[in-house]
């Protein structure tokens, strides 16, 4: 059975930090880029960032760069996502997926049931 876990949300003041985890099992993590994307209400899902330790391949967003970092624990099959100088337009629910290469919402084959990030301010 495929499933992409994720944790590490909550509520954040504006300038806090997070860091989101998703654990991955049921599929082999080498075959697939691992991303984060972001839902905001009413909106489609963005890809936020993206991984592919297989070929050091990694992808931010621009509202997130020099903000957030991935990182990847092969031998756990996990993700992260460090998210530091956390803003209120951040705010958003946060998915973890596998996607075939880039970092696109039409690229993803499995997701996680997503966890929510709030930053107040």
């Known amino acids: 059975e495929v499933q992409l876990v994720e944790s590490g949300g909550g509520l954040v003041q504006a300038g806090g930090s997070l860091r989101l985890s998703c654990a991955a099992s049921g599929f082999t993590f080498d075959d697939y880029t691992i991303g984060w994307f972001r839902q905001f209400p009413g909106k489609e899902r963005e890809g936020v960032s993206c991984?592919?330790?297989?070929?050091?391949?990694?992808f931010y967003v621009e509202a997130v760069k020099g903000r957030f970092t991935i990182s990847a624990d092969m031998t756990k099959n996990t993700v992260y996502l460090q998210m530091n100088d956390l803003k209120p337009e951040d705010t958003a629910v946060y998915y973890c997926?596998?996607?075939?290469?880039?970092?696109?919402?039409?690229?993803?084959?499995?997701w996680g049931q997503g966890t929510q990030v709030t930053v107040s301010s």
């Open positions: 997926a596998a996607v075939d290469y880039d970092c696109s919402e039409d690229e993803a084959d499995y």
């Open positions: 991984i592919s330790e297989a070929i050091g391949r990694t």
